[in-house]
Each structure stands twice: as structure tokens, then as C-alpha cells.
């Protein structure tokens, strides 16, 4: 559930978690997502298609997988936080039929230039494992 109120840098400790996210991998969220940032590749949302490169069905695009990590940290730090950078690693593909686990740490806090930064180290899990690790930097008001 999306913050309504921002933390503040102050309020931020390194070692904090994170709130789970549960996402439900359904056909639907993968295809759209897929189309909503314009990855038409057929891999994405032709299941025949999919299974005749060798994969079982569809699954998720990285473009996809990169908004879902982003949106898991803001509405966790709130309206007013700013994303600065994310740096993911894809393992495991999303398929629909499956969850992904979203969790994630506080690794590092700075006051840098006037702004608290905020570093969360992020996990993305479904049934076979690591779908997505990696972090995100956000600038949070201080």
C-alpha cells in the first residue's frame, strides 16, 4: 500500500525493512505491463510463440520487473521521495501462475548536498527463486 506521507531522512535507519509486497503474476499484468512500456516482443505476451523459443509460457520483460522494484521503494518512502538510481540483477523468470515477493533493506543512509540518501538493497522472489536483486537510491526531504 502506498505511503501517503513521506519519510523523512530522519526517520530512516540503516537496517530498516521494508513492508512486503506480494504481486500476483497473472497473464493479464504480464502482457500489459509488457505493452505499457512498449516491449512488443513476442515473448512477453504470445504464449505459442513463447514456448516455441523454449521457454514454458510468457514472462515478465525487465522494463516491467524495474518499475515494480522502483514503485515497491516509493510507496514505501512516499510522494515526496525521488528516485536517484536502480541497479537490478534478473535471475529467475516471472511466469504467470506465480507470485513475486517483494522485500527489501535500508543499506545505507547519507546526508549528501542537503538531502538525505537513502540506499535500500531490494528482493524480488517467486517459486523458483531470485527473480530480481539489487538497489535503489532514493533522496528523501530532511
Same mark, same amino acid.
Given at each position: 500500500?502506498?505511503?501517503? *506521507?513521506?519519510?523523512?531522512? !530522519? ?5 530498516? @525493512?521494508? /513492508? =512486503? ?43 516491467? *520487473?524495474?518499475?515494480?522494484? !522502483? ?5 514505501? @518512502?512516499? /510522494? =515526496? ?62
Amino acid at each position: 500500500m502506498a505511503a501517503t *506521507t513521506t519519510l523523512r531522512f !530522519g526517520d530512516v535507519k540503516v537496517g530498516d @525493512a521494508l /513492508p =512486503e509486497e506480494v504481486i500476483e503474476l497473472t497473464p493479464t499484468l504480464i502482457i500489459a505491463s509488457a505493452i505499457a512500456t512498449r516491449d512488443f516482443q513476442d515473448v512477453h505476451h504470445d504464449m505459442g510463440l513463447a514456448v516455441e523459443r523454449g521457454m514454458p509460457n510468457i514472462f515478465m520483460n525487465i522494463l516491467s *520487473t524495474n518499475g515494480f522494484i !522502483g514503485r515497491f521503494v516509493t510507496d514505501w @518512502a512516499g /510522494p =515526496e521521495a525521488r528516485v536517484k538510481s536502480i541497479a537490478i540483477r534478473l535471475g529467475a523468470p516471472n511466469f504467470p501462475g506465480d507470485v513475486m515477493r517483494m522485500s527489501g533493506r535500508v543499506a545505507a543512509a547519507e546526508a549528501v548536498d542537503g538531502e538525505g540518501v537513502v540506499e535500500v538493497e531490494v528482493r524480488g522472489v517467486n517459486s523458483m527463486g531470485d527473480h530480481a536483486t539489487g538497489k535503489v537510491v532514493v533522496a528523501l526531504p530532511t
